[in-house]
């Protein structure tokens, strides 16, 4: 099974939500590129994302989709989440890049708020396979 069709066997609302975090991920970084100020940052959003990507896949093909896969996102996406959190203050980054970036930053903290209770469960001892048998 494919990490898209394990996903595919989720709850409608889990769905929804990945396809969001997807969308604000893509629409932040064609955004970011636009701005001299924030095409670095684009660049970091790029290349922690793509190692969240194959990271991911490469942890899912070998232990399936458990609450650990949230792991993933803790390891890379809190460093990010903390790097954003600081280029918000850059006073060289205009309003409209600044609420892009707050978007994203909003999403990715949601989210990190499920990944921590995921992996805290399964810590815990909740490992068996969230795709239905």
Same mark, same amino acid.
């Given at each position: 099974?494919?990490?898209?069709e394990a #996903?595919?066997? $989720? =709850?409608?609302?889990i769905r *929804?939500w ?5 969308a604000?991920?893509?629409?932040? *970084?064609?955004?970011l590129?636009f701005?001299?100020?924030? !095409?670095r940052?684009? *660049?970091? @959003?790029l290349?922690?994302n793509? /190692?969240?990507?194959?990271?991911m896949q490469? #942890?899912?093909?070998?232990i399936? #989709?458990?609450?650990? *896969? ?6 890379f996406? %809190?460093p990010?989440a903390? &790097?954003l959190w600081? !280029?918000?203050?850059? +006073?060289?980054? %205009?309003? =409209? &890049?600044? $609420?892009? @970036?707050?978007?994203l930053? +909003?999403?990715?903290?949601?989210? #990190? /708020?499920?990944?921590v209770?995921?992996?805290?469960r399964y810590a815990?001892?909740?490992? /068996?396979?969230?795709?239905p048998a």
């Amino acid at each position: 099974m494919t990490f898209d069709e394990a #996903l595919a066997t $989720q =709850p409608g609302w889990i769905r *929804l939500w990945v396809l969001w975090m997807s969308a604000a991920i893509v629409v932040t *970084l064609v955004v970011l590129a636009f701005s001299k100020a924030t !095409r670095r940052d684009a *660049l970091v @959003i790029l290349l922690t994302n793509l /190692a969240v990507f194959a990271v991911m896949q490469w #942890l899912f093909y070998r232990i399936g #989709l458990v609450r650990l *896969l949230g792991i993933v996102h803790v390891v890379f996406w %809190t460093p990010l989440a903390v &790097y954003l959190w600081g !280029r918000l203050k850059d +006073a060289a980054i %205009t309003a =409209p &890049y600044r $609420q892009v @970036i707050w978007v994203l930053l +909003a999403t990715m903290v949601v989210s #990190l /708020a499920f990944d921590v209770t995921d992996v805290a469960r399964y810590a815990l001892g909740e490992r /068996a396979s969230l795709v239905p048998a």
